[in-house]
């Protein structure tokens, strides 16, 4: 076992304590943004903030703010944290880890008695997940002024408006403007997490540096072709949407593993056939697609080339296509500067963390649009997520807390 400077014992209790609120099962857990678990999570919470000698506060966004002043008060602050609350069937870790985390580091330097050069500020954001009310980030873009028209009428699945539920929570949708953040205000944001990939596991590494956060671009893919009967139309005079759709489906495999050392993920993973049918050869399928890289240049050389394939597969059976863009965003990377502090706070604590990008997308993501950000994974088993079997060990989320709060640390001795 490493020797860490954060205590992992506190580290560990404060995440099983966590874990017993909107406990489903064993290791099960369904907090939902807003629900009255999520308010008791972060009334636990921010008392292990002001524990850590913070004074927190919660926004009109439902957002847990806790900060301790730094010598030069008016500097920009370094925020770190994440978010508690999570999907409906989930684990103890997602987000959990990185608010958790935090909170210990400045804890820890409370106990050591020192002073941070500039503001730290620690956030359990809101609503990251995005689960009740099908829009993700709310708490961190509310911070920003990133919301959208309409966000707050949006309903759950009881029909209960997400203004009703932020009132309930204790979120002020009048005061939104008050507690929106001023361009400059945070100057670097850190976000500790576990990976919810297997990349770690297979490098038998506890924490990665995140280098940035790929862009996923989202398709809806429409083909068309002719329904005929399934006993009687001969094969050379078939227009089968599905057998286009499929030599697609392939294709993108094949493309996503073209480079092999490349993170570049494509997947199909919804597909809707029509007429359905045994006996009626498939006259229109609906797919969507998937494809990530942290290159934008390499997605867009593979978005090409998928292009070509569809065409192909369109003129090899006679169909039509429709590729709809649902979403196209760009690779977010990390600063620089951030990822030399974290690379050399990792090489003192002699500590091999490998440098990987992340697929899914963090509160980082937001954070991204406003100040300089960077990421510390901790490894999970498996990679598995968003299930209650999600899991990281004690101290691969002590040695990612102490990698936090050693970047911390030289940050506040930059100046
Ligand atoms: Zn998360």
């Given at each position: 076992?490493?020797?860490?400077?954060?205590?992992?014992?506190?580290?560990?209790?404060?995440?099983?304590?966590?874990?017993?609120?909107?406990?489903?099962?064993?290791?099960?857990?369904?907090?939902?943004?807003?629900s009255p678990e999520d308010r008791q999570a972060v009334n636990?919470?921010?008392?292990?903030?002001?524990?850590?000698?913070?004074?927190?506060?919660?926004?009109?966004?439902?957002?847990?703010?806790?900060?301790?002043?730094?010598?030069?008060?008016?500097?920009?602050?370094?925020?770190?944290?994440?978010?508690?609350?999570?999907?409906?069937?989930?684990?103890?870790?997602?987000?959990?880890?990185?608010?958790?985390?935090?909170?210990?580091?400045?804890?820890?330097?409370?106990?050591?008695?020192?002073?941070?050069?500039?503001?730290?500020?620690?956030?359990?954001?809101?609503?990251?997940?995005?689960?009740?009310?099908?829009?993700?980030?709310?708490?961190?873009?509310?911070?920003?002024?990133?919301?959208?028209?309409?966000?707050?009428?949006?309903?759950?699945?009881?029909?209960?408006?997400?203004?009703?539920?932020?009132?309930?929570?204790?979120?002020e949708p009048e005061g939104f403007a008050d507690s929106e953040?001023?361009?400059?205000?945070?100057?670097?944001?850190?976000?500790?997490?576990?990976?919810?990939?297997?990349?770690?596991?297979?490098?038998?590494?506890?924490?990665?540096?995140?280098?940035?956060?790929?862009?996923?671009?989202?398709?809806?893919?429409?083909?068309?072709?002719?329904?005929?009967?399934?006993?009687?139309?001969?094969?050379?005079?078939?227009?089968?949407?599905?057998?286009?759709?499929?030599?697609?489906?392939?294709?993108?495999?094949?493309?996503?593993?073209?480079?092999?050392?490349?993170?570049?993920?494509?997947?199909?993973?919804?597909?809707?056939?029509?007429p359905d049918s045994r006996n009626i050869i498939p006259e229109?399928?609906?797919?969507?697609?998937?494809?990530?890289?942290?290159?934008?240049?390499?997605?867009?050389?593979?978005?090409?080339?998928?292009?070509?394939?569809?065409?192909?597969?369109?003129?090899?059976?006679?169909?039509?296509?429709?590729?709809?863009?649902?979403?196209?965003?760009?690779?977010?990377?990390?600063?620089?500067?951030?990822?030399?502090?974290?690379?050399?706070?990792?090489?003192?604590?002699?500590?091999?963390?490998?440098?990987?990008?992340?697929?899914?997308?963090?509160?980082?993501?937001?954070?991204?649009?406003?100040?300089?950000?960077?990421?510390?994974?901790?490894?999970?088993?498996?990679?598995?997520?968003?299930?209650?079997?999600?899991?990281?060990?004690?101290?691969?989320?002590?040695?990612?807390?102490?990698?936090?709060?050693?970047?911390?640390?030289?940050?506040?001795?930059?100046?």
């Amino acid at each position: 076992m490493l020797n860490f400077t954060i205590n992992a014992n506190r580290v560990e209790e404060r995440i099983d304590r966590l874990a017993e609120i909107g406990k489903i099962s064993a290791t099960g857990v369904c907090r939902l943004a807003l629900s009255p678990e999520d308010r008791q999570a972060v009334n636990v919470v921010k008392l292990w903030m002001e524990e850590a000698g913070m004074k927190a506060r919660i926004d009109a966004f439902g957002n847990l703010i806790g900060r301790i002043e730094g010598l030069n008060p008016d500097a920009p602050s370094i925020m770190i944290g994440s978010h508690i609350d999570t999907q409906p069937y989930a684990g103890r870790f997602d987000g959990i880890v990185g608010v958790i985390g935090a909170i210990e580091a400045v804890q820890t330097f409370k106990e050591r008695s020192i002073v941070p050069s500039v503001p730290i500020e620690v956030a359990a954001f809101c609503d990251e997940e995005g689960c009740r009310f099908n829009k993700g980030l709310f708490g961190v873009r509310g911070l920003l002024g990133q919301l959208e028209e309409g966000e707050l009428e949006r309903t759950d699945k009881n029909g209960i408006t997400r203004r009703q539920a932020l009132l309930e929570f204790g979120g002020e949708p009048e005061g939104f403007a008050d507690s929106e953040y001023q361009p400059g205000q945070v100057g670097t944001f850190l976000e500790l997490h576990i990976e919810q990939g297997p990349v770690l596991e297979s490098l038998d590494c506890p924490v990665g540096i995140v280098t940035g956060i790929s862009g996923p671009l989202w398709w809806t893919v429409d083909m068309y072709g002719f329904a005929g009967h399934a006993g009687s139309v001969p094969m050379g005079l078939r227009r089968d949407a599905l057998v286009g759709a499929s030599k697609v489906i392939v294709g993108l495999q094949a493309i996503a593993s073209s480079q092999p050392e490349a993170p570049t993920v494509g997947t199909v993973g919804s597909l809707k056939v029509f007429p359905d049918s045994r006996n009626i050869i498939p006259e229109h399928v609906q797919f969507t697609v998937d494809l990530r890289d942290i290159d934008l240049s390499r997605r867009n050389k593979l978005e090409k080339q998928l292009r070509g394939l569809i065409d192909q597969a369109a003129q090899e059976h006679g169909l039509r296509v429709e590729i709809r863009e649902d979403t196209n965003s760009e690779p977010r990377y990390c600063a620089p500067r951030i990822l030399n502090t974290v690379r050399e706070a990792a090489k003192e604590m002699k500590v091999a963390a490998p440098e990987l990008m992340s697929g899914p997308f963090h509160d980082s993501l937001a954070m991204s649009y406003y100040c300089d950000y960077g990421m510390i994974f901790v490894r999970c088993k498996e990679g598995i997520s968003h299930n209650p079997q999600e899991y990281a060990s004690k101290e691969d989320i002590a040695t990612g807390t102490e990698l936090l709060y050693q970047t911390l640390l030289k940050m506040c001795q930059e100046g």
